[in-house]
């Protein structure tokens, strides 16, 4: 259990506001699934394996039976590691769903070994920056319709040793760091959520607030790839001398809860948050010019125009 781990205090209910949250079958998406629900939620669990969604769906009704003013829950499919998914996966939602109020870009993969991703994106940051990115940019113009709304990003203090290398953002010129990929994915999440804020006050949109964070050293099946970027048996030292510092899912979900619903960060947009509370962010995380660039580059990366304008209103 996490010594040191704040916990969302709001009573906020959300009844009749519909949430989204990516890679929510376990760990802090699950945690942040459950608690939506209890809050009354329309929770839309988007994950790659269905039978694992439904089976965690499942799981959080039965610990939720004896709840009153319970939301609902569905699922739908989305592999992040497939622009087309996410394409398919936004389609569908956009369909079935009247409004958007709270997107949750929680899914990620974690220091994983050198991979490829179906568009052939380097894994981490396919994954966890560019088909959010995608997902966000499709998703947005009904989230600008939904006021009051949040786009909450996942990302790490890790993004504090990041750096954006845009002459080689899919590791193809460099010796390939497991590591380096997943600070550089983070950073991304972070200068992603700085960029949607920056245009959004400019497009003059209100009601629209982002927010990143890092949500703790969490006891997840997100490290399941330390033994092979150390040696073998890494993961299970690790867990012997790190597992009192780490924090349960529930308490990893509780930065993430609190950007959602907590009314003194209502009016905050493109802050980063630990703890829930405002925490500092890396230099290269400040860097204006670079979210800029990121938002271009990615744009062109996930074959949308570079005109296109997300914040338009759906009439």
């Not at 890494?234 to 308490?251: D, N, Y």
């Amino acid at each position: 259990m996490g010594l040191f781990s704040a916990k969302c205090m709001s009573k906020t209910r959300l009844d009749g506001k519909t949430a989204i949250i990516t890679g929510a079958n376990s760990g802090i998406g699950k945690e942040t699934a459950k608690d939506f629900f209890k809050r009354g939620a329309r929770v839309i669990v988007a994950c790659r394996n269905l039978d694992k969604a439904n089976e965690a769906v499942a799981d959080i009704k039965k610990q939720c039976a004896n709840c009153e003013n319970v939301g609902e829950m569905h699922v739908t499919k989305l592999d992040l590691t497939s622009l087309n998914s996410v394409r398919i996966c936004a389609k569908t939602i956009l369909e079935s769903e009247g409004n958007i109020n709270l997107l949750i870009n929680n899914a990620g993969v974690m220091m994983c070994p050198e991979s490829r991703t179906e568009d052939d994106f380097e894994m981490q940051f396919g994954t966890n920056h560019l088909g959010h990115f995608l997902l966000t940019m499709l998703l947005l113009p009904k989230i600008c319709q939904s006021t009051p709304a949040r786009i909450v990003n996942v990302s790490s203090v890790a993004h504090k040793y990041g750096c954006i290398d845009f002459d080689d953002l899919n590791w193809q010129k460099r010796n390939y760091s497991a590591i380096g990929a997943y600070q550089q994915s983070k950073l991304a999440n972070v200068l992603f959520s700085k960029e949607i804020a920056r245009k959004l006050e400019e497009a003059a949109v209100n009601g629209v607030t982002v927010y990143s964070l890092h949500p703790g050293v969490i006891a997840t099946e997100l490290g399941r790839h330390l033994d092979s970027i150390y040696f073998r048996g890494f993961r299970w030292i690790l867990g012997v001398f790190a597992t009192p510092f780490m924090k349960t899912p529930e308490q990893g979900a509780q930065t993430t809860i609190y950007c959602a619903v907590d009314e003194k960060c209502a009016d905050q947009s493109g802050l980063y948050y630990s703890n829930c509370a405002v925490a500092s962010v890396a230099q290269n995380g400040k860097n204006a010019i670079d979210a800029e660039r990121l938002w271009v580059k990615s744009l062109e990366l996930v074959g949308l125009d570079k005109d296109y304008n997300p914040f338009k209103q759906i009439n």
